[in-house]
């Protein structure tokens, strides 16, 4: 029988059995999108159960036809322009937070990868011990088509995949996934584009944590709209008035000059504003052998 995890939301429910806790995202009809409330559980979750000598095994899913379609965007979108962006800043830095944790955790993690599994639905399972894929699995990191980058520590995991296609090389590859892929890749925000490659180089020889860690900065950047609007620009033609049209600005990638890609790697000039503190762990992170 699931119960509410010490937390105050039901969007996050546990199953126990044994030395067993199951825990379930619970907003089906959001694709359980994270939700501010989600992470708070989570991380709740996670904290508790590292400590309870009684629990050995943990295992994430999600209810419904998708493990997880991301992080709840449009809510951080909402929340800015009714209000400031330091509401996404806070939800940016719990989610890295809980990455962390999971990254470093001392007890396995099982992920089921039931149906969607995209953004922060990856943040919360690749970093884990264990991935399950079924023949229903739909991964993706969509981000740069929003305006975005790959985020949740993406920029070390992606670094370290065991292969790759450039543009160049594509036209002589008779594949139908490599051509979707460069069509969806020509439609996205050219400045996510430079700074995404940018933010997986550099993860090609940093640690999770230090990728977090950059990927903060980055990401508040961008929710300030300090060096473009893209990102409110992409939500708005993808999310919100869905004509699936974005303008970006600048609309092409000979004109996003490097040292505006530079500056999203800058401390944000806000007095307020701090890096993102990762707490002391017993485990540093799985190590992998970087490919590219």
């Not at 904290?47 to 709840?72: H, M, N, Q, S, W």
């Not at 264990?130 to 985020?151: H, I, K, N, Q, W």
């Not at 490097?258 to 504003?273: A, N, Q």
């Amino acid at each position: 029988m699931a119960t509410p995890p010490p937390a105050d939301s039901d969007q996050v429910l546990v199953e126990a059995n044994g030395v067993t806790r199951t825990l379930l995202m619970n907003r089906p009809k959001q694709l359980n999108a994270l939700s501010s409330a989600m992470i708070t559980g989570f991380l709740r979750c996670f904290t508790a159960y590292e400590e309870d000598e009684g629990v050995k095994l943990l295992i994430v899913k999600g209810k419904g036809r998708a493990f997880c379609a991301g992080g709840d965007v449009a809510a951080v979108v909402r929340s800015i322009n009714n209000d400031s962006w330091k509401y996404s800043a806070h939800f940016f830095r719990n989610e890295f937070l809980l990455n962390y944790i999971i990254a470093t955790y001392n007890k396995p993690q099982v992920s089921l990868l039931t149906g969607i599994v995209m953004g922060g639905g990856a943040g919360v399972s690749i970093h884990g011990r264990f991935r399950v894929v079924t023949e229903s699995t739909v991964f993706a990191m969509p981000e740069t088509a929003l305006g975005l980058f790959p985020d949740i520590g993406a920029s070390y995991f992606l670094s370290r995949l065991p292969g790759f296609y450039v543009e160049q090389e594509a036209p002589n590859v008779a594949d139908e996934w490599v051509a979707s892929a460069i069509q969806s890749l020509r439609k996205a925000s050219p400045t996510s584009l430079k700074i995404s490659l940018r933010s997986i180089r550099e993860g090609r020889t940093q640690t999770v944590g230090e990728c977090l860690r950059r990927e903060y900065r980055m990401v508040c950047h961008v929710m300030r709209g300090d060096f473009s609007r893209d990102f409110f620009e992409g939500c708005r033609a993808i999310l919100l008035g869905k004509d699936r049209n974005p303008k970006w600005m600048p609309p092409r990638l000979e004109e996003v000059h490097d040292e505006v890609v530079e500056k999203y790697f800058s401390k944000v000039d806000d007095p307020e504003w701090e890096d993102l503190d990762l707490p002391p762990r017993r485990s540093h992170g799985r190590r992998l052998v970087p490919k590219l």
